[in-house]
């Protein structure tokens, strides 16, 4: 079907991330644009906008503009399919800053002013959370790809859906098998001294112990530190591994710093990418990590056995087998997160086709459509692979990868399965009114 | 982040309906408690963590000092002559400057109308790029360089000339200023710092229709200003940009005069400039505090300081108040160790000149500092941020177009990533910053003669405001090398 409809000609086709852009111009210009009679498939139909709440500006700036060529292809693809319930879609894109209180401005913008049919898109914890209430009180579907638990939590509200991406917390918890099997028995965590880092602190022990291995030693590392050296004495001297989630600009230092610390003889180092989303993994510093293993949410190097979904994802979205920008090599993607815009886009288009979705007036519609949702298989709308959805969270579960550092690259060595990231859930957002 | 402790998860649970306006605040509330994975990137800067900036440092400050003992020995009078070289080149009329001004006032009401109609993602919207990338980090590089292109550009003279032409042919600037004298340069100061909070602290000065708002009433109310008080009178004193422009200008390596054109060594117009009053030397440390708060405001440090956690950035909404006070609190620090450096200046030589003739004279020292500041700290904006603007303007309006070719180029992000740019950058950064400030010594040393035209006095004269220069090379390559958020 896929062929058929060309969509695996994408990647003979120059890709400009523009094209699903076009015609966006928003307020006082809206009322001026003539409509969007190119559109040949619908012409009876006003698109389906999408309101695309991103990180173009601000620290998550590195994640918004890979975020922004994710959906801009799948825009793209979704809509050289004939689009949702064969009406075109369109992004229209309002900065957050990544600013919570920015963003909760323009998720109500979105809905207000813009009247896009959802909103989509923001990564940021901090953002997500400061939108979220504006989602509820406008009552505009609001879609996520953030990762954070937030969502599962059920602490948010009804209007908020994270169908694209695992929850850091289900992440964590799916790794814990595969490190006491194969890493070692016991762990030394090492994390930043704040939430990032309290997440893998008190989900992953818990874990671990459920498969028989211990966390001996946490060693918190204030968040403005930029030398570690004199953290390394704290690790225990029986650890077989070091389970270490860094981030910030002084990761390289660390395991720099880590390596001079250790000369040849080290523990295993099991990572989250999240440290290096962005960063080439053989940059100067980092050699070190050769031989570690790393969680991946999709991977970032072409893997030899990847499905011809994910070799058309790729090819979409313009990353190379190196996952950096095809023509750019330096410009490293965000690809363990980002396939979670390409992936949630198609499930608003399935949830929008389940309902009926004509417009604005059925959000609840889509709303119940979306927590009606239980699984998405493996493929072209989902290439990261296959997933659950729990309706009563608004959380989907997929399957993670783990990778390990082997000749300057990332080689997928351990797919997690979906039941190794499951956890009870904290609470049930379907009894909360629309 | 601490201060939306208060409240908590029960708020949320209690209840079914979680929909109230309270909400927003409890969900605030909830920030930090709930997991948050801040996926804060490694970022560029920290391939710079790993090069040796310690020794660019050190080599920096030892430098600068070093050019002060050199020039110290050099005869005044030899350098006082070798500065004012010039060599001539071609006569250069301005008659066409009201018809280049007029078509920039065109395109910058296209840009205007593009903020308000135009794409909503700053990256797509000519206008954000225009202003912020082109104009503010790039025009003043040109300015650097090929001297006062502003004064032929701008927005406001061509429009000017055709109303005063209508309404009763006041054709120059020559009227008799009806701006008090005693306002001196400071309406130039007091907008210009309006200009750098709006940049620095206001949260999305990147916003198009936010901007087009901004800066075209920004226009109007100037435009206003330059018919009630003159086209000249409020340019010089009132426009910020012009006054900010015409400063940097001065270090060009072009001058002309009478109608020609000529080349000079860049700096060396700065020699021949007369005193500034006390309004205008202040808008000359504003807005070399303005760019170093910009790059200080990202810094662990002065995060920490504010009690910010730097790898969970908050967001700039959440920092204006720390953001207004550092704004301002820079520029204090700034003017109070540049007036102490001129003050013992004086009392080192022996000084008979006023205080503020002579602070007004050596603050021009500071020009080729902040031009070098300037590039350094949008170095790589503008290498990024360029690139848009160019696919930008080939579609100003969403609407599918590509007028010039370029709608569909692709934008090289990875010119300013990984270890190799970085240490490209850092390089190009490093020697810009420690040029600038062995500039500012040499100009510095000049504008010293003049005050005394005893050497050794003079170069006495110096010691303080050279202390100052090393101080401020260290902290210039230090905000290029320390751990930044973002």
């Known amino acids: 079907m896929a062929d058929k409809n060309g969509f695996f000609d994408l990647s003979k086709t120059t890709l400009s991330r523009r094209t699903a852009l076009k015609g966006i111009a928003a307020g006082a210009g809206l009322a001026l644009a003539p409509g969007f009679v190119r559109y040949s498939q619908a012409q009876s139909s006003a698109p389906i906008k999408i309101g695309f709440q991103s990180h173009r500006t601000g620290i998550g700036a590195a994640y918004g503009r890979w975020y922004e060529k994710t959906s801009t292809a799948a825009v793209k693809a979704i809509n050289d399919a004939g689009g949702i319930s064969g009406r075109k879609v369109e992004l229209v894109i309002e900065d957050d800053g990544t600013d919570p209180a920015r963003g909760a401005e323009v998720v109500a913008k979105f809905a207000k002013q813009h009247k896009t049919d959802i909103v989509f898109g923001t990564l940021f914890s901090h953002v997500v959370i400061g939108s979220a209430p504006a989602a509820g009180e406008n009552k505009i579907p609001y879609f996520v790809v953030s990762e954070g638990h937030h969502v599962a939590s059920t602490k948010l509200n009804r209007y908020v859906f994270q169908p694209g991406i695992t929850d850091v917390k289900s992440q964590i918890q799916s790794m814990a098998p595969w490190i006491a099997a194969n890493a070692g028995k016991k762990v030394t965590q090492i994390f930043p001294d704040f939430a990032f880092g309290y997440d893998h602190r008190d989900y992953l022990p818990p874990a671990l112990k459920a498969q028989g291995a211990d966390v001996i030693a946490q060693i918190a590392i204030p968040p403005t530190e930029s030398s570690f050296t004199k953290y390394f004495p704290q690790i225990p001297a029986e650890t077989e591994v070091i389970y270490h989630v860094m981030v910030g600009p002084a990761v390289l230092t660390f395991v720099k710093e880590l390596g001079e610390f250790y000369g040849s003889n080290r523990p295993q180092l099991f990572g989250f990418i999240d440290s290096l989303e962005a960063v080439d993994i053989n940059s100067p510093g980092l050699e070190f990590l050769d031989g570690s293993h790393f969680w991946e949410g999709s991977p970032r190097y072409a893997q030899p056995d990847d499905s011809a979904a994910q070799k058309a994802y790729r090819a979409a979205v313009g990353i190379d087998d190196n996952g950096a920008a095809v023509g750019d090599p330096k410009d490293v993607s965000t690809a363990a997160h980002m396939f979670g815009c390409w992936e949630t886009l198609y499930v608003v288009k399935k949830a929008m086709e389940d309902a009926g979705y004509k417009g604005p007036e059925d959000r609840a519609k889509l709303v119940e459509a979306t927590e009606a949702l239980k699984e998405f298989a493996e493929g072209t709308e989902h290439p990261q692979g296959p997933k659950t959805f729990n309706g009563k969270i608004h959380q989907c579960f997929g399957i993670q990868n783990i990778s390990k550092v082997e000749g300057g690259k990332l080689k997928v060595v351990h797919k997690t399965k979906i039941e190794d990231g499951l956890y009870e859930p904290e609470g049930d957002y379907t009894t909360q009114a629309l | ?486």
């Open chain 2, 1 to 486: 982040m601490s201060g939306r402790t208060e409240g908590g998860a029960k708020d949320l649970d209690a209840g079914g309906n979680p929909l109230g306006p309270h909400i927003i605040a409890a969900a605030l509330a909830l920030t930090p408690l709930l997991p948050t994975p801040a996926l804060a990137h490694a970022s560029d800067r920290g391939h710079v963590l790993l090069l040796p900036t310690g020794y660019y440092i050190a080599g920096g400050a030892f430098a600068v000092a070093i050019s002060f003992l050199v020039l110290a020995l050099l005869p005044p009078a030899a350098l006082d002559n070798f500065l004012r070289r010039r060599v001539s080149l071609f006569t250069l009329g301005d008659s066409p400057r009201a018809v280049v001004s007029l078509i920039s006032f065109a395109g910058f009401a296209l840009l205007i109308a593009a903020g308000l109609f135009g794409s909503r993602d700053p990256l797509s919207n000519p206008l954000p790029l225009v202003i912020w990338t082109l104009l503010w980090a790039g025009f003043t590089l040109l300015q650097g360089v090929f001297g006062d292109l502003w004064s032929w550009v701008n927005p406001w003279y061509g429009p000017w000339r055709v109303i005063s032409r209508l309404v009763g042919g006041r054709r120059s600037g020559n009227e008799r200023s009806r701006l008090p004298e005693w306002l001196g340069f400071w309406p130039a100061f007091v907008l210009f710092f309006a200009f750098a909070w709006f940049e620095l602290i206001d949260p999305a000065p990147d916003d198009p229709a936010r901007l087009a708002y901004a800066a075209g009433i920004y226009w109007l109310v100037s435009f206003i200003a330059m018919l009630l008080f003159g086209y000249d009178d409020w340019s010089r004193r009132g426009e910020f940009l012009t006054v900010f422009f015409s400063m940097v200008a001065r270090f060009a390596p072009f001058e002309r005069r009478d109608g020609r054109l000529s080349f000079c060594w860049p700096g060396a117009r700065l020699l021949a400039a007369e005193p500034l009053p006390v309004s205008s030397t202040a808008f000359l440390l504003l807005a070399l505090s303005s760019v170093s708060f910009d790059g200080l405001s990202k810094t662990f440090f002065w995060l920490g300081l504010s009690g910010v956690n730097p790898l969970e950035y908050p967001g700039r909404t959440a920092l204006i108040g720390i953001g207004s006070i550092g704004l301002v609190l820079t520029f204090f620090l700034l003017a109070a160790v540049f007036a102490l450096a001129v003050f013992l200046g004086q009392r080192l030589a022996g000084d008979r000149h006023s205080f503020g003739e002579a602070a007004g004279l050596l603050v021009w020292s500071i020009v080729p500092i902040a031009l070098a500041y300037h590039i350094a700290h949008y170095l790589t904006v503008l290498l990024v941020d360029g690139q848009y603007a160019l696919v930008a303007f080939s579609d100003p309006f969403a609407r599918g177009w590509n007028l010039f070719g370029t709608a569909n180029m692709m934008v090289e992000a990875g010119v300013v990533a990984g270890a190799e740019s970085a240490w490209w950058l850092w390089n190009i950064q490093a020697g810009v910053i420690i040029s600038g400030h062995l500039l500012a010594v040499l100009v510095a040393h000049g504008l010293a003669w003049r005050l005394h035209k005893q050497a050794s006095r003079a170069a006495l004269s110096q010691l303080p405001l050279t202390l100052l220069m090393i101080a401020y090379t260290i902290f210039g390559l230090w905000l290029l090398a320390t751990p930044t958020a973002g």
